[in-house]
C-alpha cells in the first residue's frame, strides 16, 4: 500500500542521513591525516595548500592501496612502518621533500620514490606454500592497486605469504624455514630470520586501509539507499496519479448517475402527468 511505501521511504532517508553523518565522520579524519605520526601528517596537511609539496607526493600507502576488509589486517601488518610512509614519483621529489622537512623542523618522514623502488619477487618456495593447510594467498596479490605503483608494492608485499592461524603459519615456518615472510588474519608475523610476532592487537589495527574502505562504502551505500527511495517515490506518484484518476472516474461517474436519476425523476413526473389527463 501506499502507506507501507511511505513508510519504507521515511527509514531510506534515515538511513541515508546516519550514513552521511558517518562518511563526514571518515571523511574529516581522513582530511585531518588521523592514525599518522605527527611528522608525516603535518607534513600531508601543508601540501594540502602548497602546491609545491602536494605535486610531489603521491599519497601514503592507505591511499594506493585497497584490499577485502577480511585481510585488513594482516595487509597493514605486511607493511608494518611503511604504511607511516609517503609516495613520490621520482628520488628528486623525495629530496626536495626532505630538504622542506630540514628547513621547516618537520620532523623526519621516510618517502618511496616509485622510479627508484625494486621489486622483491616472489620465492619459489612460497609458490608451492600456496597449498599447504591454511595458506590464503600471496600479500601483493590479496591487494588492488594501479599498477603504476607496482614496484612500491612488490619491494613492500613481495615473498609474503598470509594464513589463517599463527597455528598453520608456524607448520608453514617449519616446512619451509626462513623462506619468505609469513602474516596471519591476526596480524602475527614470521619473519624470514625466524623472528615471530604476535600477541593482542588493538581494536584500531588495520585503521588506516579500513578507513579508505569504510568511506567507499558509505558512498556505496547512499548511493544505493538514494535510488531506491526514487523508486519508491516514483511508486507513490504512480499510485497518487492512479488515485486521481481514479477520483475522476468515479466523479464523472457519480455526475452521470444524478443526471440519469434526474432525467428518470423527470420521465416519471411526466409520466404521472399524463396517467392525471387521461
Request: proline letters at 2%; a neutral charge.
Amino acid at each position: 500500500s501506499e502507506q507501507k511505501i511511505s513508510r519504507e521511504v521515511a527509514e531510506c532517508d534515515r538511513s541515508i542521513s546516519n550514513l552521511k553523518n558517518n562518511l563526514e565522520t571518515y571523511q574529516d579524519l581522513k582530511n585531518r591525516f588521523n592514525g599518522y605520526k605527527d611528522s608525516v601528517r603535518r607534513l600531508q596537511l601543508t601540501a594540502k595548500n602548497d602546491p609545491a609539496l602536494g605535486s610531489r607526493i603521491k599519497g601514503a600507502i592507505a591511499d594506493i592501496v585497497s584490499t577485502d576488509q577480511k585481510y585488513e589486517v594482516a595487509i597493514e601488518t605486511a607493511f608494518g612502518g611503511a604504511m607511516q610512509n609517503l609516495v613520490t614519483a621520482t628520488a628528486d621529489d623525495a629530496r626536495y621533500l626532505i630538504e622542506f622537512l630540514k628547513r621547516s623542523g618537520g620532523g623526519i618522514v621516510t618517502f618511496l620514490p616509485v622510479s627508484a623502488m625494486r621489486p622483491h619477487y616472489n620465492s619459489r618456495e612460497i609458490t608451492h606454500a600456496l597449498r599447504e593447510t591454511g595458506a590464503l594467498g600471496l600479500a601483493d596479490e590479496l591487494v588492488k592497486y594501479d599498477p603504476y605503483y607496482d614496484n612500491i608494492i612488490k619491494n613492500l608485499l613481495g615473498n609474503t605469504l598470509v594464513c589463517d592461524t599463527i597455528a598453520n603459519a608456524t607448520a608453514i615456518a617449519k616446512k619451509f624455514p626462513r623462506a619468505f615472510k609469513l602474516v596471519t588474519l591476526d596480524g602475527d608475523t614470521i619473519a624470514t630470520s625466524g623472528a615471530m610476532t604476535g600477541g593482542s592487537h588493538r581494536k584500531d589495527s588495520g585503521n588506516l586501509l579500513a578507513g579508505e574502505r569504510r568511506i567507499k562504502e558509505c558512498e556505496e551505500n547512499i548511493a544505493k539507499k538514494t535510488a531506491t527511495a526514487e523508486k519508491l517515490r516514483a511508486a507513490i506518484e504512480t499510485c497518487d496519479k492512479e488515485r486521481e484518476e481514479a477520483e475522476k472516474e468515479y466523479e464523472a461517474f457519480r455526475i452521470k448517475v444524478q443526471e440519469q436519476t434526474a432525467a428518470f425523476a423527470a420521465l416519471a413526473q411526466r409520466e404521472a402527468a399524463l396517467s392525471d389527463l387521461i
